[in-house]
């Protein structure tokens, strides 16, 4: 487990308006990076290279705001979806992303869960994520580099992370 001490920031009050092309929002997207200004952000990454051709990594991403930002982060992401769900890939390769809220795990005082994927050629790559917002805190479970239908660990994952915030707080 590696514990993050440098993160990218989040995209802060800008919000993205429809101008904004899809393509160029990917990471808001996938809930790497969510609208809004966290006050604190930690991170952990998990992995592991148990199969030869998909290695499995997953992060966890704790935001704590000083105001309703959480809940905004949530609506705006659910909001980036609905106009975006899918994408072309900016490389020009004829790939493409797609984005869904998908039914998940009830957790917290509000949750969601993110499914995403890429498609280049005859590659299909998935990552997921689960959302969990208790109070200003948000807490984030991304899984990526799993096989299609391979995000058997991320309830589990999202529900320790959650579980770990309560016990130890902010």
Not at 46 to 52: D, I, L, M, R
Not at 69 to 77: C, H, P, S
Not at 97 to 124: C, K
Request: some cysteine; charged content about 20%.
């Amino acid at each position: 487990m590696d514990i993050a001490t440098v993160l990218a920031p989040d995209a802060g009050r800008q919000r993205p308006g429809p101008e904004v092309p899809c393509a160029d929002m990917i990471p808001l997207l996938s809930a790497k990076r969510l609208t809004g200004t966290p006050s604190a952000m930690a991170a952990a990454t998990v992995s592991s290279a148990e199969g030869p051709d998909y290695p499995w990594v997953a992060n966890e991403v704790l935001r704590t705001y000083a105001d309703d930002g959480a809940r905004r982060a949530m609506a705006d992401l659910r909001t980036l979806i609905g106009r975006c769900p899918a994408v072309a890939s900016p490389r020009q390769d004829g790939g493409s992303y797609r984005f869904a809220v998908v039914p998940g795990p009830r957790l917290g005082d509000e949750s969601m869960r993110v499914d995403s994927s890429t498609i280049s050629g005859s590659t299909t790559l998935e990552w997921d994520s689960i959302l969990v917002r208790t109070g200003t805190t948000l807490v984030t479970v991304h899984e990526q580099g799993n096989e299609p239908g391979g995000d058997d660990h991320l309830t589990r994952l999202a529900e320790a992370a959650l579980r770990s915030h309560q016990t130890t707080g902010p």
